[in-house]
Nanobody, 117 residues
Framework: QVQLVESGGGLVQPGGSLRLSCAAS????????MGWYRQAPGQQRELVAG???????NYTDSVKGRFTISRDSAKRMVYLQMDSLKSEDTGVYFC???????????WGQGTQVTVSS
């Protein structure tokens, strides 16, 4: 089916930057929407940023102007560039893909992002 593997998380100081990567494999199509979600301890998973098959992007208000989502369909990759990180950005970040072929959403295993001094 579809497998998603995230990488790039870690510990960073407030104001710093990280770039998350998500590698997709299996029956993946460039038209499949993809996105990044995050889950902070004790909170529900929330959408951070999404990118459509056509390249349209959307962001949750708290990250607008600081985060940038992009995709390289040829490489089956999606990225999340995170700048000016804040402590409230801490959480596990998950990559997801909405498969048109299978009619379901697939998730990666997540990567931890910790913003702390």
């Amino acid at each position: 089916q579809v497998q998603l593997v995230e990488s790039g998380g870690g510990l960073v100081q407030p104001g710093g930057s990280l770039r998350l990567s998500c590698a997709a494999s299996g029956s993946v199509f460039s038209s499949d929407p993809m996105g990044w979600y995050r889950q902070a301890p004790g909170q529900q998973r929330e959408l951070v940023a999404g990118v459509s098959g056509g390249g349209n992007t959307n962001y949750t208000d708290s990250v607008k102007g600081r985060f940038t989502i992009s995709r390289d369909s040829a490489k089956r990759m999606v990225y999340l560039q995170m700048d000016s990180l804040k402590s409230e950005d801490t959480g596990v970040y998950f990559c997801n893909l909405m498969s048109r072929k299978y009619g379901k959403t697939f998730w990666g295993q997540g990567t931890q992002v910790t913003v702390s001094s």
